[in-house]
């Protein structure tokens, strides 16, 4: 939808932990998966990547780098996300009612009312509370993610961590370093950013999601951060294992929500 100043915004789901992250301006990029995932065969020797515009057309390529050249920009001009100047708004679990205003809660504040949640994916675009501004999207494999956008991404630091222990029946403490941690996650945290984020990641990908057809599931998908494709079969369907996905990578800020 194009707003008044001319730019286009477009809704994009988080989870709870992750509008925390934003509000406290620890996340100002994410990570989501490509809808179209290239694959390599190996009679053939060749890659071969789909083109996003869902005719079945595709490219046939003998290496990656060859793939990157021709293919990515494809799918960076058909982002689903928008491009720089964009404007993505938040759509969050919440809850609200109308009586004399509209009252509203959202469960990353922890507040609740009377009235059930609703799921992050009805929320309409006046719910909305938080407006991102695109300030670069760029395509990549999961796995090449440095440091610091693993950061970037809502993790926690705590340099010179302190992590206790019972020693005979006593209290010990011992500094372990610096230690990440995502919300939810191992109490004890990941020694590198890159860990605590892959742990992160799984966390939300990594499960069999269903594939709809008339509202009925008729396989599985999964995009895990280990670096595997394979078809395996869960509940009786298929399960196409999709790991070390190509995704998008889109950057942001926060800004004033148009009036």
């Not at 340099?159 to 941690?181: A, S, V």
Request: glycine content about 8%; charged content about 25%; hydrophobic content about 35%.
């Amino acid at each position: 939808m194009k707003r008044a100043d001319g730019k286009m915004e477009r809704g994009i789901l988080f989870k709870a932990p992750m509008v925390l992250a934003i509000n406290d301006n620890r996340k100002t990029m994410t990570r989501r998966v490509c809808d179209v995932q290239p694959f390599f065969v190996e009679d053939q020797g060749l890659w071969h990547a789909f083109y996003p515009w869902g005719d079945g057309g595709h490219g046939m390529y003998e290496n990656k780098k060859e793939m990157m050249e021709e293919a990515w920009p494809l799918l960076l001009a058909r982002c689903p996300y928008g491009k720089v100047g964009d404007i993505l708004y938040v759509r969050e679990t919440f809850s609200f009612y109308r009586e004399s205003n509209i009252r509203f809660w959202y469960r990353a504040d922890g507040e609740y009312g009377k009235y059930p949640w609703r799921p992050s994916i009805h929320m309409p675009r006046w719910a909305s509370r938080i407006d991102l501004e695109i300030t670069g999207v760029r395509i990549e494999w999961l796995q090449d993610i440095s440091e610091e956008d693993a950061l970037a991404e809502g993790l926690h630091e705590e340099l010179n961590c302190i992590i206790g222990c019972h020693c005979n029946g006593g209290y010990h403490q011992e500094i372990t370093g610096d230690r990440y941690f995502y919300d939810g996650g191992n109490e004890e945290g990941y020694l590198n950013p890159v860990n605590a984020f892959s742990a992160l990641w799984d966390s939300i990908n990594a499960a069999p999601s269903p594939v709809l057809n008339n509202g009925k599931t008729t396989s599985y998908l999964s995009y895990p951060w280990e670096d595997v494709r394979a078809r395996r079969e869960h509940r009786g369907k298929a399960w196409q294992v999709y790991g070390n996905p190509l995704v998008y990578v889109v950057e942001f800020k926060k800004v004033e929500k148009e009036k």
